[in-house]
């Protein structure tokens, strides 16, 4: 194989996060290649909310949202209770979100990076490629491109991430969802839908939740999630548990049939490592998703925006400081989101704490902020405090609720 092309950045990977690094690094000069597996206009198996913070990165990287369906804030529902309240004013991020569904959210994104210099290829697999132990470029569609760095935004952890040896920690939790869409004159309601007592088809609470995720183009997406800590998990069918979802929500949204057949896809919320000498992770393929709510498109256009800002700063040391300053901003609120996730894989656990998390205003609005991923490391306010208190009070309890965790 010959060097066929040299080039500053090589991205595995043109979803958001591949996305905002390829746009924000080739907007000040550098020359990026792009390499994705799929198609142009490939969809992602995703709920297509938009949480504020990922509006206010979108804003930054100058996306147009016209196309895109505002939300004003989160109806929750726990049982009999529910709960609608608007996203916050805070001066971190804007007070709105949206809905935009992924074909169309993921071709503005890597548009705008093309737009912006970037060089994408599809239909090409890459894979990095290792010399002396350290990531060079990578191999695509038979020929070699070397790069100073390798940002991996493949996704979900797959064959590049088993080479790099940047799989999901095997003990550490992960989710799973599924998706479809369906007509409904509702499709331009101004909320989210988030039914958090989810059940499944005997009955059975389930650590996850159930979403009606308006789209402002005649229909909604609607979709489950759930998370790996609990009991027979292995034998859960996301198929019946979307159906039962289906059943329960279907007269208020007067629901048509399904526009498409269900599809789902994993949630991966923990890395073995992010970083090594030539190469970074971002977004999903770094673990960077919130074990809360299962979002991470604003996590990922963080990211990414941060692996290039730091490459054009100094593409020797980028990794390691890219490793640290991801980790400064999400590893405790990511940590105490898993270690939530053992808690309430725990039956008798979720069941009250689902009934608390919406009992009154002030609470409501602390899972509000935690649904939308408004809290990390640095938040300010009562929503940081009982943050912190509760990655005190986890940290504790931790090794007895993994000691205790449900099996299969
Ligand atoms: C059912 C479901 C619902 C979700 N709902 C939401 C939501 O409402 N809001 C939210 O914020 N998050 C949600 N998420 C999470 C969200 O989808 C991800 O966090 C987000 O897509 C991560 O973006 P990414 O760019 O890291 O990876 P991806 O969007 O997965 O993009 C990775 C890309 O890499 C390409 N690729 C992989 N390997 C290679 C290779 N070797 N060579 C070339 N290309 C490759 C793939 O084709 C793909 O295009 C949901 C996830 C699921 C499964």
């Given amino acids: 194989m010959t060097a066929v092309r040299t080039v500053d950045l090589a991205v595995i990977g043109a979803g958001p996060a591949g996305a905002a690094a390829a746009m924000r690094a080739a907007r000040s000069g550098a020359s990026v290649m792009v390499f994705d597996k799929a198609p142009y206009g490939r969809d992602k198996v995703c709920g297509d909310g938009l949480t504020p913070r990922a509006v206010g990165a979108m804003e930054e990287l100058k996306i147009d949202m016209a196309g895109a369906h505002p939300i004003r804030g989160l109806r929750m529902i726990a049982g009999k209770q529910v709960r609608e309240l608007d996203w916050p004013t805070t001066d971190r991020f804007p007070s ?20 912006s210099g970037a060089e994408v290829v599809w239909e090409t697999e890459a894979m990095p490629v290792i010399e002396d132990g350290r990531v060079v470029g990578v191999e695509a569609g038979g ?12 996704g979900a952890q797959g064959p590049v991430a088993r080479l790099l040896g940047a799989e999901r920690v095997a003990d550490e939790p992960f989710g799973l969802a599924i998706r ?76 048509g049939p399904n526009l498409e057949r269900p599809r789902a896809w994993r949630l991966p919320m ?47 040391t980028a ?19 898993r270690r939530f996730s053992f808690l309430v894989g725990h039956p008798w656990i979720l069941r009250p704490g689902l009934r608390l998390s ?47 965790r449900a099996k299969g």
């Avoid at 709105?96 to 737009?115: C, F, K, N, S, T």
């Avoid at 989810?198 to 005649?218: K, N, Q, S, V």
């Avoid at 992010?274 to 991470?296: K, S, T, Y």
Wanted: aromatic letters at 6%.
């Fill in 358 to 404: 919406v009992s009154t205003d002030a609470i409501a609005n602390i899972t509000l902020a935690v649904m939308g991923n408004l809290v990390d490391n640095t938040t300010p306010g009562a929503a940081g405090r009982v943050m912190k208190m509760a990655d005190g009070a986890l940290g504790l309890a931790d090794p007895v609720l993994r000691k205790t």
């Fill in 319 to 337: 990794p390691a400081r890219y490793d640290r300053q991801v980790g400064e901003r999400f590893d405790g609120f990511l940590r105490t989101g």
């Fill in 270 to 316: 923990s890395a073995e490592r992010r970083h090594g000498p030539g190469w970074v992770a971002v977004g999903d393929a770094a673990g960077l998703v919130n074990p809360m709510n299962g979002e991470g498109i604003d996590y990922g256009l963080e990211s990414g925006m941060l692996a290039a800002d730091l490459f054009l700063d100094d593409p020797v």
């Fill in 180 to 255: 479809t869409y369906a007509a409904t004159p509702r499709h331009a309601d101004a909320h989210l839908e988030a039914c958090l007592s989810l059940r499944d088809e005997h009955g059975t609470p389930i650590p996850g939740y159930g979403w009606m995720f308006p789209a402002g183009d005649g229909t909604v997406n609607i979709g489950v999630g759930a998370l790996s800590t609990m009991k027979g998990f292995k034998k859960l069918n996301l198929n019946t548990l979307l159906e039962a979802y289906r059943r329960v929500v279907q007269d208020d949204w007067d629901l």
């Fill in 143 to 154: 020929r070699r491109v070397e790069a100073a760095m390798t940002v991996v935004a493949c």
């Fill in 96 to 115: 709105h979100g949206a809905v935009w569904p992924r074909r169309r959210l993921d071709a503005a994104l890597i548009d705008a990076a093309a737009e």
